[in-house]
Nanobody, 123 residues
Framework: QVQLVESGGGLVQAGGSLRLSCAAS????????QGWYRQAPGKQRELVAV???????NYADSVKGRFTVSRENAKNTVYLQMNSLKPEDTAIYFC?????????????????WGQGTQVTVSS
């Protein structure tokens, strides 16, 4: 079983910055992709930014140039640096990780979500 613990959300004024962290722990061999999604009230969950084990990144068009995703492999931790925040960035941000682990002695692929952290940007 793989667990994700998120931190770093909060309330910030428009134009401000926040940094989110997501630490993975548990029984896994490899995390292939790890990153961030968000869900605003009344909207579907959407991709924000993800990073692969090789360092390739993918960003939503709405955050390109403002957000940066990075990872610290030794700590199995992914970060999301959010700059120039806008009120429309207000949402619950969820960490996601996909990779290979084991459970009950069996090697399995996993696709795990964190519990989410609230980001609120005031105008």
């Amino acid at each position: 079983q793989v667990q994700l613990v998120e931190s770093g959300g909060g309330l910030v004024q428009a134009g401000g910055s926040l940094r989110l962290s997501c630490a993975a722990s548990g029984r896994f061999f490899r995390i292939n992709v790890q990153g961030w999604y968000r869900q605003a009230p009344g909207k579907q969950r959407e991709l924000v930014a993800v990073i692969t084990s090789g360092g390739s990144t993918n960003y939503a068009d709405s955050v390109k140039g403002r957000f940066t995703v990075s990872r610290e492999n030794a700590k199995n931790t992914v970060y999301l640096q959010m700059n120039s925040l806008k009120p429309e960035d207000t949402a619950i941000y969820f960490c996601n990780a996909r990779g290979t682990g084991w459970e009950d002695g069996v090697v399995r692929e996993f696709d795990t979500w964190g519990q989410g952290t609230q980001v609120t940007v005031s105008s």
